[in-house]
């Protein structure tokens, strides 16, 4: 009997588990760090969970992690580690991150050895998840897996994803990720963004696609569908924003923003870190400019900006920099080559953030209450850093136009307790929703492949003609309504002008008579 309840019992646990577990393959091309921060968070969740992973990235694990699987495309790893901070304009960056990442990573990735043994495969899976960027090179594995595609960015949404979800892009109030206007234009701003969006959309379009098309056909096969009808096809989009941070615009159903999913527990600092922040008086201020660019590439002059104005506060600076020594270096400054940032926003004596205003430095900065003073220096973060300031939650200073009075000026600014009180305002509305970010991810993930695919989700414009889109044949219908209307309006009041007079004389005469 206790045996029959015991058989019963496991059955019925392993059916629950069997039921619950999907096979989800993962594939995030890019070779950045901060990127991948992301998406090993939300794949560790999901193995975590009970889901088996399988992550094709160029960053794979140190030590086994249970139900995740890597498919490692390191050996092809095109660096991006030392960006010069100099030399930089959002005109020619839109063009490198093209060449990049459209062209060289699709190339270079699509034919590795790697990735070619693990197309010979006939695992079935549950649920693709792809980064999208600039490129829909690897959009071949939903046609051969047969399986719905998740996509996720690292950013707002870019400009040339809006059409795969026919979401609303009008460039009077959306601003494009790539250029540096927030969402109230200028007329000439107004300009600049609906050129530049048909310019990007043209050579994604155009440049990108076609070229990788060819690159996957070679691969997945001939019968390959077009990528860019494929990826009309992906069922959701997680953005990394969040209308509590970044300006509120409207987005479909299967657009969800999720920032601040990257976002671990804390853990604790190194020992001499601790130390140095438990140790000051006045609170510190954390420098970082991120992974990708190199803090010790800034000019002599600018260094000194930082160094001199550094000098000038009460308040002890934690400086990350890739040198192991800097030139005249005052006593309340420490220098480190790595650190652990979210834990050092964490701490509570950490009173201002200096940043280049990536994405998940400013999701942390908000989420930790630590007023921010950014100095974007290219992709997203002149956005970034307008959302910041728009919100109240720091300084925005132009690299062109630092100095030190300038960086003196902001530190005194956001040191002040009322910027304090007003970032703790705002970590509490970032962190105000329904859900926890990262369990937002998993519940999207989840209705998805429960749904198989969700394409209840994506609404009728996707696919939908661009004039029917724009209703340009309603527009010219009623033009043409109009047209006629007055056409008749005018014959009638012609006849009637001309026949009037006649009456009027003929019943003049009567009246005489
Ligand atoms: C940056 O610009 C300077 C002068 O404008 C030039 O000499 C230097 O080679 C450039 N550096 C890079 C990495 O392109
Ligand atoms: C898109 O999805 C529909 C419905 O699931 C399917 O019939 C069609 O073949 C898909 N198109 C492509 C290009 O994958
Ligand atoms: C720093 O301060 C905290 C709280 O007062 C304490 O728990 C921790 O042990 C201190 N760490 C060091 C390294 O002194
Ligand atoms: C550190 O800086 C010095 C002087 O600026 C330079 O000569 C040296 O190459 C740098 N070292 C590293 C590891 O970048
Ligand atoms: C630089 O400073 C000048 C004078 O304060 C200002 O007019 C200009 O807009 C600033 N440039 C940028 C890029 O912020």
């Known amino acids: 009997m206790n045996t029959t309840i015991f058989t019963t019992l496991s059955v019925l646990l392993t059916l629950c588990a069997v039921v619950q577990s999907y096979n989800i393959l993962g594939i995030f091309p890019l070779a950045m760090r901060s990127h991948f921060q992301m998406f090993e968070t939300i794949m560790k969740e999901l193995a975590r969970q009970g889901h088996t992973v399988t992550v094709i990235s160029c960053f794979s694990q140190k030590n086994v992690v249970k139900n995740y699987r890597d498919i490692s495309l390191e050996s092809n790893q095109a660096t991006v580690v030392d960006l010069p901070s100099e030399n930089w304009s ?43 960027f600039t490129s829909e090179c690897f959009m ?27 979401n609303p892009s009008n460039p009077a109030y959306i601003s494009n990720n790539m250029l540096t206007t927030g969402p109230r234009k200028s007329f000439l701003e107004r300009l600049e963004t609906t050129l530049v969006n048909e310019i990007h959309q043209y050579f994604h379009d155009y440049y990108v696609n076609v070229k990788n098309q060819k690159m996957a056909e070679e691969v997945f ?37 999720i920032a601040g999913a990257h976002i671990g527990s804390v853990k604790k600092l190194p020992e001499h870190i601790e130390m140095w922040i438990n140790e000051s008086n006045h609170g510190v201020v954390y420098f970082s400019m991120g992974s990708l660019i190199r803090a010790d590439s800034l000019s002599e002059k600018r260094r000194d900006m930082f160094i001199n104005a550094f000098r000038r506060i009460p308040q002890r600076v934690l400086l990350k920099w890739e040198n192991d020594s800097i030139p005249d ?43 921010m003073i950014i100095i974007p220096m ?44 007003k970032a703790k305002e705002l970590s509490v509305r970032f962190k105000d ?81």
């Open 329 to 371: 270096k005052p006593d309340n400054v420490m220098i480190e080559k790595w650190m652990p940032q979210f834990d050092i926003l964490s701490h509570p004596n950490v009173k201002a953030f200096v940043t280049h205003g990536g994405m998940f430095g400013v999701s942390e900065a908000f989420h930790c209450g630590v007023p």
């Open 140 to 166: 071949g594995l939903a046609h051969k897996f047969k399986a719905p595609i998740i996509g996720i960015t690292t950013r707002t949404v870019m400009y040339w994803d809006n059409i795969k979800f026919g």
């Open 221 to 257: 096969g001939t019968d390959l569908p077009l990528l860019s009808d494929i990826s009309q096809n992906i069922s959701l989009l997680f953005t990394n924003s969040h209308c509590s941070i970044t300006p509120s615009v409207p987005l479909v159903p299967g657009i969800i923003e």
């Open 378 to 421: 290219f992709g997203d973060q002149y956005e970034n850093a307008e959302s910041v300031e728009q919100n109240g939650g720091g300084i925005y200073l132009s690299y062109e136009n630092l100095s030190e009075e300038a960086i003196y000026d902001a530190l005194t600014t956001v040191l002040d307790p009322k910027f304090n009180m």
């Open 433 to 513: 929703r329904p859900l926890p970010p990262l369990k937002t991810v998993n519940y999207w993930i989840e209705y998805v492949i429960r749904h198989k695919g969700a394409s209840h989700l994506k609404t009728a414009a996707v696919r939908m003609p661009l004039y029917k889109y724009l209703l340009l044949d309603v527009v010219a219908f009623l033009l043409l309504v109009m047209l006629i209307f007055m056409f008749f309006v005018y014959y009638v009041t012609k006849t009637v002008l001309r026949i009037l007079p006649r009456r009027l004389s003929c019943s003049a005469k009567l009246k005489k008579n």
């Open 90 to 132: 959002l005109y020619n960056e839109f063009f490198i991150i093209l060449e990049y990442a459209g062209h060289n990573l699709c190339e270079n990735e699509l034919r590795s050895r790697a990735f070619q043994e693990f197309l010979k495969t006939d695992e079935k899976f549950d649920l693709i998840i792809i980064e999208l």
